[in-house]
């Protein structure tokens, strides 16, 4: 007798959170990670695709629906999700220059869970700027990140918004030594110092002895889904790629109004409370 035919299966070496869509241009070699995203190569060479981490189900029983449905089958797209569509539109103008093309795309994974994913011109990673602590020397590099920190400047002011520059491969120089910020998935409003006085007590004695979490009085924005305090780490990185990368006078550069968060007493023991929790 002759044995049925199996099913059409894809690559074994293909992880099952791939798209369905794309899994026969994927290749199942993990290009890069990081806490909420894997990204695979596509067989072009010249495109990655961005594999969340969680399922749009897992988003929404931690953060809550959008109430908007996609595709045939009436997935619902994530709170979480929405505000990165939303914030990936809202920032093309400021740093759209600095951000490999992205194509966002809604599909079932080999196993049939809805993620969103999207679409990313590869980028040929020559330094990450994270673990640069040197001037940068061609001047086209410098040139490329005078632009990018001027135009972050712009956008902050007109949207309040920052990316996480805080991780590691998050915003790097091409294989033309141009600067890219290829994580693009969190963007968050920098909280200022006004708004986090406002939401502390006048005492801070029970929180920093433990007694009581801080956590629970922090405004929203101010540490992201992971608990980290993104919008300082990211004002203080973007301070640092000035003073050391670009190689501008530190004194000028702490006299910047944009950094003022970043010598603020109070913050600094908000922060400092953070760290221990982290610890
Ligand atoms: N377009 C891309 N081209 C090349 N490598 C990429 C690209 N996008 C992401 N990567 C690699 O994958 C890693 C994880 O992507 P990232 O967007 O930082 O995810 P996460 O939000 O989880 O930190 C990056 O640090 C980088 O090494
Ligand atoms: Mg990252």
Redesign the pocket.
């Known amino acids: 007798m002759i044995a049925p035919p199996l099913p059409f299966t894809f690559s074994p070496h293909l992880p099952p959170q791939v798209s369905r869509s794309r899994a026969t241009e994927c290749i199942g070699t993990l290009?890069?990670?990081?806490?909420?995203?894997?990204?695979y190569p596509l067989v072009d060479e010249q495109m990655?695709i961005?594999v969340p981490?969680r399922t749009e189900q897992q988003l929404i029983d931690e953060h809550g629906s959008s109430g908007r449905k996609v595709m045939a089958a009436g997935h619902e797209v994530s709170s979480v999700t929405d505000k990165e569509l939303h914030d990936l539109e809202a920032i093309e103008s400021f740093i759209g220059a600095f951000v490999?093309d992205t194509t966002p795309l809604a599909d079932l994974d080999l196993e049939g869970n809805f993620r969103y994913y999207s679409l990313?011109?590869?980028?040929?990673?020559t330094l990450d700027l994270r673990s640069n602590t040197e001037r940068l020397e061609a001047r086209h590099s410098r040139h490329s990140l005078e632009r990018f920190i001027r135009d972050i400047r712009d956008m902050h002011k007109a949207l309040g918004l920052l990316p996480?520059l805080a991780?590691?491969?998050?915003l790097?120089l091409d294989r033309y030594g141009l600067v890219k910020l290829?994580?693009?998935?969190?963007f968050r409003r920098l909280t200022t110092n006004d708004e986090l006085a406002a939401c502390l007590p006048a005492d801070l004695d029970d929180y920093v002895l433990g007694f009581r979490d801080i956590r629970r009085l922090l405004p929203r924005d101010f540490v992201d889904d992971l608990g980290l305090p993104i919008g300082d780490l990211t004002l203080a990185r973007l301070q640092q790629l000035e003073i050391r990368a670009l190689g501008r006078d530190p004194a000028t550069v702490e006299q910047d109004p944009m950094y003022e968060p970043l010598y603020d007493q109070r913050r600094h023991v908000v922060l400092a409370m953070l760290r221990g929790d982290m610890a």
Do not use: F, H, Y
Request: proline share 3%; hydrophobic share 35%.
């Open positions: 290009l890069g990670s990081g806490a909420r995203m894997e990204v990655v961005r981490r490999p990313q011109r590869r980028v040929r990673v996480d991780g590691k491969g998050n790097v290829v994580d693009i998935n969190n």
